[in-house]
């Protein structure tokens, strides 16, 4: 066997070909659902987009439900790796109420928001993607709660109505996000104040005061 070139590309194997097809797939899959929407949806369009051959996609995904549900847990999986990037880059400090508020926003926005909202949408009628999405939200949801706890810290998450203010934030940030379109951004920037003022108020500047008084923060 004729011995390769030095400095010729290395050929990639049938898993690495494979692997890249399958991303291509997968992210024209999510562009399809923000651009046509869910309904439009078809293997034809995604093969399209994806620039593969129908051969090669239906290879991989030979039903539409399959390439679905492979597109919601690939939808997930980014959605998580956003959000620890970004958790990652945090600010040091005792008070990160501002930019905990931003972190959260930033995953309620962009193209993998607008992917998710179209799917949660068609799954209202439709019983095999609701239940496909399901565990994917539940499990994205108790990422942010996660995150959150460690991001605020564990004296401020201690405070008795810490997990209802932040369910409450959670819910509030996400119908914000979805009524955005809608709404012009200065209302939107006046939910944002109030929110981060709210949450200052039930659970920042109580333990602040405590920690003043010489207390070690409220307790449940």
């Given at each position: 066997m004729p011995?390769?070139?030095?400095?010729?590309p290395r050929r990639r194997t049938q898993g690495e070909r494979r692997a890249a097809t399958k991303h291509l797939v997968l992210e024209a899959t999510?562009?399809?659902?923000?651009?046509?929407g869910y309904f439009r949806l078809s293997t034809g369009r995604v093969a399209d987009r994806a620039g593969v051959s129908r051969g090669a996609q239906l290879h991989q995904y030979p039903t539409r439900q399959a390439l679905v549900v492979a597109a919601i847990e690939h939808l997930a999986?980014?959605?998580?790796?956003?959000?620890?990037a970004a958790a990652a880059q945090f600010p040091s400090g005792v008070d990160r109420t501002a930019a905990v508020l931003d972190l959260l926003l930033s995953q309620f926005s962009g193209r993998l928001f607008q992917a998710g909202v179209e799917l949660l949408a068609a799954a209202r009628t439709d019983t095999a993607l609701r239940e496909a999405l399901i565990p994917f939200e539940r499990d994205l949801r108790r990422l942010n709660r996660s995150l959150l706890n460690e991001l605020f810290g564990s004296e401020l998450a201690e405070h008795p109505d810490y997990r209802e203010v932040i369910g409450l934030v959670l819910n509030a940030v996400h119908g914000a996000?979805?009524?955005?379109?809608?709404q012009p951004d200065a209302a939107f920037d006046r939910q944002r104040a109030v929110l981060e003022r709210m949450i200052r108020a039930l659970l920042v500047e109580?333990?602040?005061?405590?920690?003043?008084a010489g207390g070690s923060g409220p307790r449940s």
């Open positions: 011995e390769a070139k030095a400095g010729a999510i562009d399809c659902l923000v651009e046509d999986a980014l959605r998580a790796a956003e959000l620890r996000a979805l009524l955005r379109t809608v109580p333990l602040s005061a405590a920690a003043a």
